[in-house]
């Protein structure tokens, strides 16, 4: 196995800028091969870029580094023969069918008996009777399955998917993403971008992005300790109220509304408690001190982030 | 977090003039979209300036300058003042000067001349024996029009011309005939002009499309990000691309040519296999073009204008529409880069005159480089990446 090291991707310093808007600033990072890789951050933040970059679809402005130890970007040709790429629009061919679709994957790639890779692949996706339906008219769930196996048919070492659930239904996700720990076990690698913070929980490793820097890696453990942050639940009456009056305060980064309760967050504990303290006597309210969420630590992150770099 | 800090007020809603207020923002929207296409924005004014300044000037009805040739059989002084004469009404202008039937013959199958005079052996000796003899003129009669305006006003040029010269006494009787031969065509039967032109413009026409449109339309559906990050290189897409639409043209050919033979009564008097083959080559260079107009433009709106700036100087400039010999020499030299003016010639040549692979060197080397460069240009074009 090339590079066999043990890291699949291993890039220091990419920048990508786009008619003089910076995207992708000085990313570094280094994913372990056969790990699942869960790459966060919001819309815009340079995610989709940095796959691109991977994948050579795109060319860094500066930046170097390897994928499956071939060189980003020398060796582009030879890292597209090992890598799959899902694509966050769907692109497959619409008017093709389920199997006219893989077959093509399976000949572009050299496949030795594509019908077969192809009827094969239709069977582990449990798409067996579908095989002849356009892909056009497949629903999201099933749409975004053969997507996948298409991406996975020539046997790549690395899959790169580009928010791969979006739209999908929870069920379809759940099985989406035993099937990439299946894969992974396999021994492929997997770098996921996600909005979502379960799928974020099911990643070995994440990675957090905003405005094209990396703000924040390791597992999601590592990450959540790192942030520092004194989180409070709260329930009870008029939470509306309430977050209306906290939001703003000195030592208060963040308040978000979570169903019936309330996440108020903050690092700076001393001022934290100073602002709740009215609040904490106020009747009808529980104040509870817990763990952040993933979630808490990444809108924080990126609350800050903006500050900092917009 | 926002939408609860800073509520939107409310605002009213009016259902007055809801057919105009919809309508409205219909159309704000589309001129604010139509001002971002710029290539679109831009078309919109060169495509008819262009156009009509190009057409405007290029295409003349009455021919000038018909490149002709000469087959001298006696070298006489009477020979060349009837030549100097012919010459001097601009309708003709002398190419070649030829000694040999076959090769005057030959010039005039493979389209290098259109119009050849026979001045036969013993000409002079026979005029002033007062024989009357026979002066010969051959027209490449293909295309009528171009043909008809010359041959009407032969008669007339000569006699004036050769008035002076004291050949012609007083009351002026013409010492010799003027035997005018419209070959291929003797009947001048447009449809003996039309059809095969029609070939070669239909062609055009579509085998562009289909191809003009193939890129974008996987940019335009998503479909390219993946194709691009799969290991596939430019030429085996292209390649992919125009192959299946080479069967498609072929049949289309194949289609009118048939009824063309069938209804309208047009020969095919040359081989069916070299025009099989020449017309092969040429559906490949339009699908080249083709493809390559798909490489350069960003949407299929583009795709279609650009075809259709390729389209109308090739119906215009290339001797489909109007004689090719009567445009100015620019407009001609424009005529010579398109693939329908040397596919015209080679469909014409082999249908009507019976040519052959030798008189058609020149519009198949022709059509092989336009078809080179055209995916040259492609290839090097086609970006493997979203840069």
Not at chain 1, 283 to 301: A, N
Not at chain 2, 305 to 329: D, E, K, N, V
Not at chain 2, 374 to 383: C, H, K, L, N, S
Request: aromatic content about 8%; hydrophobic content about 45%; charged content about 20%.
């Amino acid at each position: 196995m090339s590079g066999g090291n043990g890291i699949a991707i291993d890039v220091k310093g990419l920048t990508k800028s786009f008619g003089g808007r910076e995207v992708v600033h000085d990313l570094s990072m280094q994913v372990k091969r056969g790990s699942i890789y869960g790459f966060l951050g919001p819309n815009g933040s340079g995610k989709t870029t940095t796959i691109r970059i991977l994948c050579g679809l795109l060319t860094p402005d500066s930046g170097e580094g390897t994928c499956l130890g071939y060189d980003i970007r020398r060796d582009a040709e030879k890292i597209k023969r090992q890598v799959g790429y899902m694509t966050q629009r769907f692109s497959l061919y619409q008017d093709l069918s389920v199997r006219e679709n893989l077959e093509f994957v399976a000949r572009l790639y050299g496949v030795t008996d594509a019908r077969g890779a192809a009827r094969d692949m239709i069977r582990r996706l449990g798409l067996s009777g579908r095989e002849e339906q356009l892909a056009g008219e497949l629903s999201g769930g099933w749409k975004q399955r053969l997507a996948l196996g298409a991406c996975t048919l020539p046997n790549p070492q690395l899959l790169l998917l580009d928010e791969p659930t979006a739209g999908v239904d929870p069920k379809a996700r759940r099985d989406f993403w035993n099937e990439i720990h299946a894969l992974a076990a396999e021994g492929l690698t997997v770098l996921v971008s996600t909005h979502y913070m379960d799928e974020a929980e099911r990643c070995h490793e994440i990675a957090y992005i905003a405005y094209g820097y990396l703000l924040a890696h390791g597992t999601v453990e590592e990450v959540i300790a790192k942030s520092a942050l004194t989180t409070y639940t709260v329930t009870g009456e008029g939470l509306n109220e309430l977050a209306a009056a906290l939001s703003g305060k000195p030592g208060i980064d963040m308040v978000a509304p979570f169903g019936s309760s309330l996440h108020v967050s903050g690092r700076d504990v001393p001022a934290l408690e100073a602002s709740i303290a009215s609040w904490r006597e106020k009747g009808g309210l529980r104040w509870q001190q817990s763990q952040p969420s993933l979630e808490d630590v990444f809108i924080e992150l990126m609350g800050r982030s903006k500050d900092n770099f917009q | 977090m926002s939408a609860v800090d800073h509520p939107a007020p409310r605002r009213e809603i009016r259902e007055r003039f809801g057919f105009l207020r919809r309508s409205y923002a219909m159309l704000v929207k589309e001129f604010i979209q139509l001002k971002r296409d710029r290539v679109s924005f831009a078309m919109i004014v060169m495509l008819p300036v262009m156009q009509l300044m190009l057409f405007g000037y290029a295409i003349n009805t009455t021919p000038r300058h018909l490149p002709s040739a000469v087959l001298l059989q006696e070298d006489s002084d009477l020979a060349r003042s009837i030549l100097k004469a012919l010459e001097n009404t601009a309708y003709f202008r002398f190419l070649y000067e030829v000694h040999d039937v076959d090769d005057f013959d030959n010039l005039l199958k493979s389209g290098k001349v259109l119009f050849g005079v026979e001045i036969p052996r013993g000409f002079e000796r026979a005029v002033r024996r007062g024989d009357k003899p026979a002066l010969l003129v051959a027209a490449d009669a293909t295309d009528p029009v171009a043909a008809s305006a010359a041959i009407g006003s032969l008669g007339m040029i000569v006699q004036t011309a050769l008035k002076h010269d004291l050949y012609i006494g007083d009351p002026p009787e013409m010492p010799f005939e003027i035997r005018a031969h419209a070959r291929y065509n003797p009947a001048a039967a447009s449809s003996l002009n039309i059809v095969p032109g029609l070939v070669g413009t239909i062609l055009t026409m579509t085998m562009l499309i289909f191809t003009a449109l193939s890129v974008t339309r996987e940019v335009e559906r998503g479909t390219m990000e993946s194709l691009l990050s799969m290991p596939i290189k430019p030429v085996e897409v292209m390649l992919g691309k125009i192959i299946p639409y080479v069967l498609v043209g072929f049949v289309q050919a194949f289609l009118i040519i048939s009824i063309g033979v069938g209804l309208f009564g047009v020969p095919v008097l040359g081989s069916l296999v070299l025009l099989a083959l020449l017309s092969t080559l040429f559906i490949t260079t339009n699908l080249s073009i083709g493809y390559t107009i798909s490489t350069l433009v960003q949407n299929q709106l583009q795709a279609m204008q650009m075809s259709m700036m390729f389209f109308l100087p090739s119906i215009l400039l290339s001797g489909f529409m109007f004689p090719f010999a009567g445009m100015p020499a620019w407009a001609q030299y424009l005529g010579e880069a398109l693939p329908l003016t040397h596919y015209l010639r080679i469909v014409r040549a082999i249908m009507l005159k019976g040519a052959t692979m030798q008189n058609l060197h020149f519009d198949t080397l022709a059509l092989a480089a336009l078809m080179l460069l055209a995916m040259t240009i492609a290839v090097t074009r086609f970006r493997r990446t979203l840069d």
